[in-house]
Structure formats: C-alpha cells, structure tokens
C-alpha cells in the first residue's frame, strides 16, 4: 500500500521517515565530527556537503509534511490515553518543527559564511537568504548546533517512546512503520 490508512502507515510515509531518520542521524554525527575535527584544507567540502545533504533534509520534511497533509494518520490504539494522544502529537511536531529549525538556521550560516555554501553538489547554486557576515554567521552556526543537540534530545524522547510502545504496551505502533502488515 502506498497512501497511508486508518490502521497503517503506506510505504511512501514509511520511506520517507526511515530515509530522514537515517539522514538526520547521520548528520548530526557528521556535524559533531566536523566540528571536532582539528583545522584541514578540506574543511569547507566537508561542510558543503553538510550543507548539501541539510537542503536535501529540508526538501524531504517539506515533501513528507504535504504527504502526511493529504494522507489520513493512522489512528492510535483505542486503549491510548487522552494525555498520550496530545503527547504523540506535541513531540512529533517538535520532531518535524526543530528539523525545520535546524536546516534553516544552517542555511542562515552558509549565506552568512564567506564563502557560502551553495553550491548543490556542483550541479546549481541555492539562493541564499542571508547576506555576508562574520558575526552573523557565527551566531547562527551557534544556534545551528544548540538545535541540532535539542534535535537529538527529540529523537531520544521518540525512540524511548517507540521501545516503551513495542515491548511494554505491545500495541503494535512501532510495527506498522516497519511494515505493511496491519492488526
């Protein structure tokens, strides 16, 4: 199934989550080694290509928020909780909100930068909304990594979640994002 149910999630939701949970993780990680990395002439390719692959993350969360827009959410247990409903929805829109934040604040430091990081992996340039600035952009690239560490604090809360949901509640929640199997 490609579109999402009322009782699962289709296969283009859960390509989409898998795909940015991958790509997240793995630039966070990527960014803690850039920035822990001692002084080297290559520096700057390896943050273009961190700013390549956060353009990339922005456009799939955008591509994944409209599909989850014209897609029915599958519904929680019947046995869920009024609080864990509001739970469930206030931490994924932390999740998707502090990827948007993350990405914008990146995309905030690169046009600030000199030289800027907009060169889409030497296929075309992407506009930048900020202008030159040293002092800019050290403030956003600050707030670039404040957010990246709220960000994983996100991720820690979601998968402490999906583990309580799979092994303490059993409710098959987490299963239906590994799977098109239903009930």
């Known amino acids: 199934m490609i579109r999402n149910t009322s009782a699962g999630w289709g296969s283009v939701s859960r390509w989409l989550h898998w795909g940015l949970a991958l790509a997240i993780i793995g ?17 700057f390719f390896y943050r273009s290509i961190h700013a390549d692959i956060g353009y990339l993350i922005l456009l799939l969360t955008v591509l994944r ?12 247990p019947a046995e869920t909780s009024r609080w864990q409903k509001i739970a469930a929805r206030v931490s994924h829109g ?23 990081y907009s060169d ?16 800019a952009a050290n403030a956003y690239e600050d707030r670039h990594i404040l957010f990246a560490y709220v960000l994983l604090a996100l991720i820690g809360v979601h998968v402490v979640a ?10 098959r929640v987490v299963a239906r994002m590994v799977t098109d199997e239903v009930g």
Do not use: C, E, K
């Open 27 to 43: 630039m966070i990680a990527f960014g803690w080694w850039m920035n822990h990395m001692p002084a080297r002439p290559d520096r």
């Open 65 to 76: 928020l409209v599909w989850r827009l014209v897609n029915p959410t599958p519904a929680q």
């Open 94 to 116: 932390a999740l998707y909100l502090a990827v948007i934040v993350v990405v914008m604040l990146g995309w905030a430091h690169s046009g600030a930068h000199t030289p800027d």
């Open 120 to 135: 889409f992996f030497g296929l075309f340039h992407v506009p930048q909304f900020t202008s030159p600035d040293r002092v």
């Open 162 to 171: 999906a583990i309580w949901h799979h092994f303490i509640r059993r409710d």
